[in-house]
Structures are given as structure tokens and as C-alpha cells.
């Protein structure tokens, strides 16, 4: 259920102790925290950033209180599968894995692993497990404790599982239900077996200690994350089924749940045997509470006594509300939240026009964030660069985007969407539809930057894996294991790919952009062939995956207004204007991210120094205070044209400042080519049943464009549908 459209939620965190001391922090848990973080980020299953976060988080004490001063090399596995089922709930919470039963594979794949299948895995946070993770954990928890062990991790995935599908499916959980569910959804008996084990524990009869303090770090959890989990609209949540199930108020529901907490404190106190294990269960519980109490990750907005009024919690750019339509939720920015920390998101939020331009190009506002997007995958490059650097690397690759080299380009261009709208035509004659997105926005830019740089025109299918792997990595704000592992590979591939054709261009090089980049000087050396390699990586990722998105969201603004469609097919002059309007209404890219170098003031609000600022590009395309009535899709807006493919653009859809877009002339000939395909394609329109679904963060736009068409009024294909 939408969390706009609930009543608001007004509740007061509760003043909660428990009668146990924390533990304290010492060296040899720093090096613990260091030595997990170092194991994550080796292993792939966090990147620079999420390696950064996890430092800075605090997340990890959680862990270490679970600890409780073990040896070293024990506490360090207990810390890692910490870290594990955390990853895996951030992954799941976050969305990635709620449809398609890709969860329910990975939990199979899993069970798999800590039940004795030897197989190789692509998935970072599966091969960790198999090769590393549980070879390590088997041996140290011993054959008597090694079923019972796999047996609850299992029920935890199962767990995550279950969740899923009801939330899938709108099945509600009953109190009933959820108390033993949330504690597999924790871990807890993961956790709590490591704990006896590490210390050297017999807790055969601990069966109700660990209940209780399983029910209390779950519970405190749910206490403290109920503002998160209601903005997010996440249903496994205590205090959220007892104020569903009882009818009660969101006071009545907190201060029964802390209740419950009390109840079951009370519950461990006097069960407290076997006291050894009781003792570091009692320290754990504590720090969880304290960490909880003194943490944003689950609640941001506090106000004086610990209130909370939902109605004043800003949204957040990864809740469900997002991914159906962004639009909605950028006009409550603007309006309310201009300058918003979004804590799930981990970053500042800009979303008028005059703050999302003025960081655009203040140089306060730095590149510097490219370090943990692109940085690992293709190292140090242009988007990353600022200063005379910039400038150097910029001026070697402009030639080629512009003037000249576009012209010569023109004609290529122009016989490419020829072939590809007479195939698209040829499909729907066959089979009575096709897919834009497949036969024609994906095969024309990548085929052009294949010609720009000067490969083999018949490559654009080796190069393809990348240009989409590339651009999910740089696009994953949470940096998924499994998406940056699959950036990775396509790196390698490519560069592999590009190695031969950099050496037959530093010997004997062409008039192409790929021998410009090896032969050509900057700063007074040879770029090194990782360099070479990592600017043709931007060039096909950012150019021909976002042109692709790009012309997507053409197509569906035109076949959405037919109006404007039939008005562009009978004065095909127009499609500079149509294509610059659609860039501003729907453009492909909505957010890039800043880096502030100090605290800046801006109209709508003071950004803090240090802070990952999120540019949204979509959102101050749409602000009113800018552009009349921005929503609507008017060729007719702009006095002029060639300004909007230029460094002087009202919109932002290329960016503004010193990185704005080096292939805005490249975009522009590309969409040219629209009228090529429409002429193909007469009597133009959605195929029956079928409505265009965009997703995406960073970058946004539809997978598939399913149109027919009134093909009897065309006389016959111009040239043969294999021409491609």
C-alpha cells in the first residue's frame, strides 16, 4: 500500500534501558572491523563505496557485540557471517530480488553449498560461501554441530524467502506468524550457534535464553526502523502488525511492542543459564539497543523527545512509490524537501532547477563519487576528472563529436536506421508486432560508436555486453556483489577485445578515434593502454546505452502523443525540437552524483561538506519555476533549438558546466534518424494490451517498446530486412 495514502503515522520513540552493561570497544576490535571490511571488499561482495559505508556506518558493532572478545580468527567468522546476512538483507530489502524467483534460486544455491554440493558460482556472495566462507565455518564448528548449523541457515533463506512472496502476493503476516519468523529473518540461531562456538561454550539447555534474545534483537530492530519500514511500505515489521491486527494507534502499537521487549528481558533474566552464554547475550542485546538508539540507518527524522510525524519524513528515491512513477515524488521534493538527506539512499537530494544546476557547475561541487562508481571497473577517467586534467582529456576526445567527424558520420548513421526500420517493418509483417527497444534504439547507437571509434563494423555484438554491464555498474547505487562481478568479467572481455586493435593503432594508425587515443600526447605522455581501453569503455557505455534509453523514451513520447507524431511525420524538420523536448521531459539519465568539497549554501537549502550529493537531472527538468507546464510534452516550447545541443542548454538532460555531455552533437544526429523509421512505419501505435514500463535509479527508461503498425501502405521493403 502506498505510504501517501495512508494515515500519517505519530508516534514517540520510547526511553528503553536494558539491565545489562554494554561491551567495550578495544583494539583488537578495530583490527576485527578492518579484517572483515578487507575480506568483503576482496571477495566482491562490497565496492569502494559500500566498503567506505560499512566503515563509517557503525553497522559492524552490531556484530562485534556478538563477539564478545572471542580469539581473533574465531570472532572473525562469526563478524563475516555478520556481514553476509546483512548483505543479504540489504539486497532483498532493497528490491533487487523481488520478482522473478530470483531469491528463491539464490536461497536453493545457498542451501546447496552448506549442505554439501560442490559447484562453481558466479554470484560473488555465493562463491564466498562455498569456496571460503563455509569451508572455514564447517571445520570450526565441528561434525555434532555442523547439521544443526546448516539447518539454520537454510531457515534463515527461507525465511527471506517467505517474505518476499508474501509481499508479492499481499499475503499479511499475524502476530502468530511473525514472532518465529522474525527471528529467522535476523540470523539470530546463525549467530548464536558462532557464539557458542567461538567461546568454547556448552548451551545444550539454551534454548530459552536464545529465544528471548532472539525475539529482543529483532524486536528492538523493528522499534527503531518502524519511520523506515513505514516510508518504505515493508510489512514485516511488529509494531506495524499490531497496530493492523489490534486497531490500535501507532502509540498503542510502539509501547505494546517495547512492552513485549520488557517481557522477554525479563524472560532471559530468569532463564539465565547457562550463564556464560547468557552473559555475552545480555552484552549483545545492549549494544544493539544503543546502537539502535544512537544510529540513522533506520530513523532520520527524530524530533525533540524522540516524536515522529510520518507526514514530515521525506521520501526516499528507492521506495516503491519510485520505481512505479518517479514524477510524482519529485514534485513532493520540490515542494517540500528541496534539499533532502535521503538516508536509505545514503546521499543529499537536489531536485529544483537552479540547486541541481548550480551543483552542476560549482566546482565546490566535485566528480570526485566517480572514484567508487566507474574507478574500479575502468579505472580513472574522464567523468572522474576535474581541472586542467580535465580539460586535457576532453580536448583529445571533442574532434571527434563534432563538426567534421559528424558529418562524415551523417551518412553512416543515416544508413543504419534505414536497414534497421526496414527490418523492424519486415518483423511486424511476419509476426504482427516488434519490439522497438531490440531492433532499433539498441542496434543504432552502439553500431555508430562502434564506427566512431573505428572497429570492425561487424563488433558491435562483442562490445554489447559491456556497454549494458558498464553502465549497471556505475548505475548501482548499493554496488550489488552480483552486478559489479558481472561489470567486472565485461570489462575484462572488452579489454581483451581492444588490446590487438591498440596495438595495430599505436604501429599504423587511422583518422578514428581509438588511433587519436593512442597516439596522441595529453600532459605530455602516450595514454597507457588501460587508459585507451578505459575511455573507449565510457565512450560505448555512457554513449550508447544511454542514447538507447534515450531514443526509447522518444519513441514512447511520440507513440504516447499521436498528435505530435502525425505532426512530425508531415514535417520531419521538426525532430530537432520533438528530440530536445522529450530529452527535457523524459530524460534518460536522472541523477548524477556530486561530491561536496565544503559546506554549500544554496537556494533551497545548506549541503554539508564531504557529502555524495544526488543531482536529479528528471526533477529540474520538471520544475515549474523553470519551464511552463513541464509535465507536457510541447515541440513547440523552444525559441532555440541548436542551443539545446549545446553547453548554453536549458535543460539538463546533457548535464551543465565542465562535464557536460561530450556526445550531445552525437545524440542529436542519432535522433535525426526518427523519421527514417516512422516513415517505415506508418499508422504507428502501441500493440494491443501492451503500456511501456520504465525502471531504473540513476538511469531510467523502458526494456521494451512493443508497437505494430499499418504496413499495407507501404508498398514493399526498400531493401532487404539482413542489410544490418
Not at 59 to 83: E, K, N
Not at 503 to 521: I, N, Y
Not at 552 to 580: I, K, Q
Request: aromatic fraction near 6%.
Amino acid at each position: 500500500m502506498s505510504t501517501q495514502t495512508r494515515t500519517p503515522a505519530l508516534f514517540r520513540l520510547p526511553e528503553v534501558v536494558f539491565p545489562f552493561p554494554p561491551s567495550g570497544r578495544t583494539t583488537a576490535a578495530a583490527q576485527l572491523v578492518d579484517g572483515v571490511i578487507c575480506w568483503s571488499h576482496e571477495h566482491g561482495l562490497v565496492g569502494r563505496r559500500g566498503r567506505d559505508r560499512m566503515r563509517d556506518s557503525g553497522v559492524l558493532d552490531i556484530g562485534l557485540a556478538l563477539t564478545g572478545g572471542a580469539p581473533a580468527d574465531r570472532a572473525l567468522v562469526l563478524l563475516q557471517w555478520f556481514v553476509w546476512t546483512l548483505l543479504l538483507d540489504d539486497r532483498v530489502d532493497d528490491g533487487q530480488w523481488a520478482g522473478g524467483g530470483v531469491l528463491a534460486e539464490f536461497a536453493k544455491d545457498a542451501a546447496g553449498v552448506v549442505n554439501g554440493e560442490r559447484r562453481s558460482h558466479e554470484d560473488p556472495m555465493l562463491r564466498v560461501l562455498a569456496e571460503d566462507l563455509w569451508p572455514r565455518t564447517r571445520e570450526l564448528v565441528g561434525p555434532d554441530r555442523r547439521a544443526a548449523f546448516a539447518e539454520h541457515v537454510v531457515r534463515h533463506l527461507e525465511a527471506q524467502c517467505e517474505v518476499v512472496d508474501r509481499r508479492a502476493g499481499g499475503v499479511p503476516i499475524s502476530l502468530d506468524d511473525y514472532i518465529p519468523l522474525r527471528v529467522e529473518l535476523f540470523g539470530a540461531d546463525i549467530l548464536f550457534d558462532l557464539i557458542e562456538v567461538i567461546h568454547s561454550l556448552d548451551a545444550a539447555d539454551a534454548g530459552v535464553v536464545r529465544r528471548c534474545a532472539g525475539n529482543v534483537l529483532g524486536w528492538v530492530n523493528d522499534v527503531y526502523s518502524l519511520e523506515k519500514d513505514l516510508l518504505l511500505g515493508e510489512e514485516a515489521n511488529l509494531v506495524r502488525i499490531l497496530h493492523d491486527e489490534r486497531g490500535c494507534s501507532w502509540q498503542e502499537a510502539v509501547d505494546t511492542a517495547v512492552a513485549m521487549i520488557g517481557e522477554q528481558v525479563e524472560r532471559f533474566r530468569r532463564h539465565g543459564e547457562p550463564r556464560a552464554l547468557a552473559s555475552r547475550l545480555a552484552t549483545a542485546m545492549t549494544d544493539v539497543l544503543l546502537w539502535h538508539q544512537g544510529s540513522s540507518r533506520y530513523h532520520w527524522r527524530e524530533r525533540g523527545g524522540g516524536a515522529v510525524d510520518t507526514s514530515l519524513t521525506p521520501p526516499s528515491l528507492i521506495w516503491a512509490e519510485f520505481e512505479r512513477d518517479p514524477y510524482p515524488v519529485y514534485a513532493r521534493l520540490r515542494e517540500d524537501f528541496p534539499v533532502m538527506r535521503d538516508e536509505p539512499l545514503d546521499a543529499w537530494v537536489l531536485s529544483r532547477y537552479q540547486d541541481v544546476r548550480t551543483a552542476l557547475c560549482d566546482s565546490r561541487f566535485s566528480s570526485a563519487n566517480y572514484s567508487w562508481q566507474s574507478g574500479p571497473v575502468v579505472g580513472r577517467i574522464l567523468l572522474e576528472m576535474g581541472g586542467s586534467e580535465h580539460t586535457a582529456h576532453r580536448a583529445l576526445m571533442s574532434p571527434a563529436f563534432r563538426g567534421r567527424a559528424m558529418n562524415a558520420l551523417s551518412e553512416a548513421a543515416f544508413d543504419l536506421a534505414q536497414s534497421l526500420a526496414v527490418r523492424t517493418a519486415g518483423r511486424i509483417r511476419r509476426t504482427g508486432d516488434a519490439d522497438l527497444v531490440s531492433t532499433f534504439c539498441a542496434e543504432l547507437p552502439i553500431q555508430v560508436m562502434v564506427r566512431v571509434l573505428g572497429l570492425p563494423a561487424g563488433d558491435a555484438d562483442v562490445v554489447r555486453p559491456w556497454a549494458s554491464a558498464g553502465m549497471a555498474f556505475v548505475s548501482d547505487h548499493r554496488q550489488d556483489p552480483a552486478t559489479l562481478r558481472r561489470g567486472f568479467d565485461a570489462r575484462d572481455d572488452l579489454y581483451a577485445y581492444l588490446a590487438p586493435h591498440i596495438s595495430e593503432r599505436r604501429a599504423d594508425p587511422g583518422d578514428d578515434l581509438l588511433s587519436v587515443l593512442c597516439t596522441t600526447a595529453v600532459e605530455g605522455r602516450l595514454l597507457t593502454d588501460d587508459e585507451v581501453s578505459g575511455s573507449c569503455a565510457l565512450l560505448l557505455a555512457a554513449g550508447a546505452d544511454t542514447a538507447e534509453k534515450g531514443l526509447a523514451l522518444f519513441l514512447a513520447n511520440l507513440v504516447d502523443h499521436p498528435d505530435v507524431l502525425g505532426e512530425l511525420r508531415a514535417d520531419p524538420s521538426l525532430v530537432d525540437a520533438a528530440w530536445a523536448e522529450s530529452l527535457r521531459r523524459d530524460p534518460p539519465t536522472h541523477m548524477v552524483l556530486r561530491q561536496t568539497s565544503e559546506a554549500v549554501d544554496l537556494p533551497g537549502g545548506r549541503v554539508p561538506a564531504g557529502a555524495t550529493v544526488a543531482c536529479i537531472l528528471a526533477s529540474a527538468n520538471r520544475d515549474p519555476r523553470q519551464f511552463t507546464e513541464p509535465d507536457r510534452f510541447d515541440i513547440h516550447r523552444l525559441t532555440n533549438v541548436d542551443r539545446e545541443f549545446a553547453a548554453s542548454a536549458g535543460h539538463l538532460a546533457f548535464g551543465a558546466g565542465r562535464h557536460f555531455c561530450l556526445g550531445a552533437h552525437l545524440a542529436r544526429l542519432l535522433g535525426r534518424t526518427v523519421p527514417v523509421l516512422l516513415a517505415e512505419l506508418p499508422g504507428l501505435r502501441w500493440s494491443d494490451g501492451f503500456t511501456p514500463v520504465s525502471s531504473g535509479l540513476i538511469s531510467r527508461a523502458p526494456r521494451e517498446l512493443r508497437v505494430t503498425a499499418n504496413l499495407q501502405e507501404i508498398a514493399g521493403p526498400r531493401r532487404s530486412s539482413d542489410d544490418v
